[in-house]
């Protein structure tokens, strides 16, 4: 598995979108940090655009990667090698080496400007939300052999994830704003990753404060440290459903 | 060696193997014949496990290989059609596959010289010719050795010196007492390579029968003739 990694990592690094990702996220952070005086403003401007370029770059390139590497697949299944090893050495390689540029890029400015606490939650919320977003990419590709079609389910994925949901949880919130919704708002973010991570990066900033009821009772499901323990287990949930799906269509699948 | 018990497999409505059973044995070559898309491609890629069939079993040595990959350590596959990562070179395409394969310590790299790819080694894939594909293909299915070779069309596209080095090399491999299976539509080129005749149409099995066994039968000199014969009688 390793030796399959290890050429899958050359292949991406050869293309170096890989590179042009971590230089990208290395400008925004040190433009934000430039632009706002107090770090955890920017930290939390940082947090917002991150949430919507992460899983975007993720899904794309790694739909894209997938199914670029098809031809590849395809001599190693020749090979005595096992079909679920070529996947999650293709899914490894490619969620690693995205959560590394993002590391980089991101935590070498947020070093520079103050690490604390909630810095270290903003990098590792990107690393899962890379790996979860990743998954769904490769659901994404094994569901079509069409490419056009995958980076379209992939993108669509993508638009309501990022989009659409927050819309459909306000207008919800909002229609049935006489009855107590604590509960079910708490549901409704654990089915969405995204806001699963914006919401363990804002409870360790000290905007929490200003959420009222709603906020108080947030920060006591995921401001303690079972909370974050528990919204990192469902991140995980999040990766591993999509993943341990796709690996089954995967080795069931006729090249 | 490899005994394919009533092998179906069919993709959406269309049926492309029904109830296929054969069975090869050590040091037979075979040439798998039949019109276009009647499963000989799909039979392999059964073998292969890379298409999965629908029922049926393939055995190869008495085990099942349904489900089990450590068994394509002794199958040299060359595909119809070459396909290869793009913006890989040459070299990095067979040094990967060495890396894959580091198990094996006695490498077959004969046809790597003989067809020159040496000097070709710093070509992307991407830009290779059909025909230099298919000796990359040719080289890396002889490269480790197998026990078996599957030869899905290996000499179409190959210019004729190339096809003739193929040819000479599978039948030095046959002389090791290794078992080759050979698509073809090639009738002089099977007679030169092949001793058993095994013809699928429609997914069906035909007749699987020694050339000689072929020829006496249809009473024919040429092995063309014989076979044309055939199929007319049994329609």
């Known amino acids: 598995m390793k030796t399959i990694i290890k050429h899958v990592l050359y292949d991406i690094l050869r293309s170096r979108i890989v590179l042009a990702y971590t230089v990208f996220m290395l400008v925004l952070a040190f433009g934000l940090f430039n632009l706002e005086g107090d770090p955890a403003k920017s930290l939390l401007s940082l947090l917002n655009v991150v949430l919507l370029v992460v899983p975007l770059i993720s899904i794309v390139f790694a739909t894209t990667h997938f199914y670029n590497s098809y031809e590849f697949m395809e001599l190693l299944m020749a090979q005595p090698v096992n079909r679920k090893k070529i996947f999650l050495s293709e899914y490894l390689a490619v969620a690693l080496s995205l959560s590394a540029a993002y590391v980089v890029g991101i935590g070498v400015p947020v070093l520079l400007y103050g690490a604390n606490a909630t810095a270290l939650f903003l990098l590792a919320v990107g690393v899962g939300i890379t790996f979860v977003f990743v998954a769904l990419a490769f659901l994404a590709s094994v569901v079509t052999r069409d490419k056009a079609k995958g980076i379209g389910v992939a993108l669509l994925l993508w638009v309501y994830f990022a989009l659409i949901y927050d819309g459909i949880v306000i207008f919800i919130l909002y229609f049935f704003s006489e009855y107590p919704l604590e509960k079910a708002s708490l549901a409704m973010i654990a089915l969405n990753p995204i806001d699963l991570g914006r919401i363990v990066v804002m409870l360790n900033l000290d905007v929490s404060a200003l959420m009222g009821y709603t906020g108080a009772l947030y920060k006591s499901m995921f401001g303690s440290g079972t909370g974050v323990a528990i919204s990192f287990g469902i991140l995980l949930l999040w990766v591993l459903f999509p993943l341990l799906t796709s690996k089954r269509i995967f080795s069931k699948k006729d090249i | ?235």
Not at chain 2, 6 to 30: A, I, T
């Open chain 2, 1 to 235: 060696m490899i005994e394919i018990k009533n092998l179906c497999k069919s993709y959406g409505k269309l049926k492309v193997l029904q109830d296929v059973s054969v069975k090869f044995e050590r040091g037979m070559v075979v040439s798998v014949i039949g019109p276009n898309g009647s499963g000989k491609t799909t039979m392999s890629k059964c073998i292969l496990g890379m298409a999965l069939p629908d029922s049926g079993d393939i055995l190869l040595n008495g085990k099942s290989v349904l489900k089990q990959h450590d068994y394509r350590s002794q199958i040299g596959y060359m595909p119809q059609i070459g396909r290869y990562p793009e913006n890989m070179k040459i070299r990095q395409v067979i040094s990967m596959m060495k890396d894959i394969r580091k198990e094996v310590k006695q490498l077959d790299e004969e046809l790597v010289g003989l067809y020159g790819l040496e000097q070709m080694y710093d070509k992307r894939m991407g830009t290779l010719s059909g025909g230099t594909k298919q000796k990359v293909s040719a080289a890396l299915a002889f490269m480790f050795n197998p026990g078996i070779l599957i030869l899905d069309e290996p000499t179409a596209g190959l210019d004729p010196i190339s096809a003739e080095i193929l040819k000479s090399k599978i039948l030095k491999e046959k002389k090791k007492g290794k078992l080759i299976l050979i698509t073809s539509h090639i009738m002089s080129e099977i007679e030169e390579v092949a001793d058993e005749v095994m013809c699928l149409v429609d997914g069906n099995l035909k007749f699987f029968e020694s050339i000689s066994a072929i020829k006496e039968h249809a009473n024919e000199e040429r092995l063309s003739k014989a076979i044309a014969k055939i199929m007319n009688e049994e329609d």
